[in-house]
């Protein structure tokens, strides 16, 4: 059984930071491309950053220079690290991982407001 399970989010005052990490289980983590999304209230989810498989980066151009994905293969975890946070970064932050043509799995999500 697939399982990504995110923690980090929270309540941040606009300019500061926060590190949203996902724990992956139940995939060969290394093979999987890892991904976050985000859903703001009353939009569609957005691909927010990716990080494939062999550790190229990719980002939305809203958050390129702000937000950094990482992974970390001998933990099976994906960490999104985001500064200079803005009030337009305020979501649900989603975990994804997707292996070429299978399915999307997704986390929870995590709550992120950031608001003073």
């Known amino acids: 059984q697939v399982q990504l399970v995110e923690s980090g989010g929270g309540l941040v005052q606009p300019g500061g930071s926060l590190t949203l990490s996902c724990a992956a289980s139940?995939?060969?983590?290394?093979?999987?491309?890892m991904g976050w999304y985000r859903q703001a209230p009353g939009k569609q989810r957005e691909l927010v950053a990716v990080?494939?498989?062999?550790?190229?980066?990719n980002y939305a151009d809203s958050v390129k220079g702000r937000f950094t994905i990482s992974r970390d293969s001998a933990k099976n975890t994906v960490s999104l690290q985001m500064n200079s946070l803005k009030p337009d970064d305020t979501a649900v932050y989603y975990c994804?991982?997707?292996?070429?043509?299978?399915?999307?799995?997704w986390g929870q999500g995590t709550q992120v407001t950031v608001s003073s």
């Open positions: 139940g995939i060969i983590f290394s093979i999987y491309n």
């Open positions: 990080i494939t498989s062999g550790g190229t980066t």
């Open positions: 994804n991982a997707k292996y070429y043509q299978g399915p999307h799995y």
